[in-house]
């Protein structure tokens, strides 16, 4: 086994559901930060642009990763008047997996791995 | 008359019972006087004491602010979420406006689903990023405040005064005619110390305390206490003792 088998054992060694999550939901720090917001604040429902703003970031980098987490089932969009409002899924197993995750977060351990998976999608 | 009880310490003798039901409750303030803390309390005590599932919609502070800031008076807003009582909705001015003019929207389903009887809203100074123009505004504000009523809701409205002290800034100030009632906080000096009055400006339809009072944030929350004795101009900020305007007037007069 060489070095890079044996790293990418290491940080596959997490929960199933939490590893698709991280490579195929929340697969960029921006969408991480997302998460994050809405799981603190949890009945948060507006624009892109308000989002934006919230989580300190310019809304032509935010408005695109809130559509892939509406893609990915993590969040909802509704028109609203004529303004796209963004919430969290309200799926209660999806509800469910953001809550792991971000309680996950807290072992340095699972940060890294997180990390890692997340990174090596960007490349 | 039936009515909506704040369940804070003094403030429904000033109302005269409490709010209307089904009315529009202005509050007004200065940075930190409490108006948050007020419309939580209001919230808070209508969910436990009187059993009335309530909704706090905030269009500045993260939901998180809220959690913690009850938590710090024993007010488990979380909880209260969990169980279906309570939900603390973080949205826009824009977003709620066309959410509540829409059929079936996020508010009117919440407040089907819920039962929701009580609302905060903070702040609603907020609309006046919608529009610069007056008349619009107060058209806004007075359709926004419908709305509420229309869904059954007893709303308390916060709204800021940049002035730290003294009187109303001469702004725009069309809420106090579109609300029910109107209450004013307001921090006053007296002898190098910084205390809270609270006065009720207007009360639709009802009586209501015409004197200022004294209240004090305590770690249960917002407690009313005794008028201002002994001071004339408390509303400036800088109120004086009577004696000084009868020394004024009789042995400098």
Redesign the interface.
Known sequence: MNSDDFTAKLMNDMDPKLLDFVRNKVNSFIKWDLVRFFH????????AE?IAK?AGRNVSAVKPELEELVEADVMEK?V????P?YRLSNQQDMHRLVDNFVNACEDRHFRVKAVYHIIRGMR | MERVKTGIPGLDDMLGGGYLPQSANLVEGAPGTGKSTLGMQFIYNGIVQYNEPGLIITFEEFPQQYYHDAESFGWDFKKLESQGRLKVIMTSPEVTRHDLESVGGMIETVTAEMGVRRILVDSLSQFERLTTDPMELRSLQYGFINALKREGLTSVLTRESLMLFGQQEDNENSLAFVADSYLLLRYVEIESAIRKAMLVLKLRGSDHAKDIRQFEITPRGLEVKSRFEGHEGIMSGSPRRMSDYFEEAFLKG
């Open positions: 603190e604040n949890p009945n948060t429902a507006d624009s308000n919230y509704h609203v008047g004529e303004i409002v």
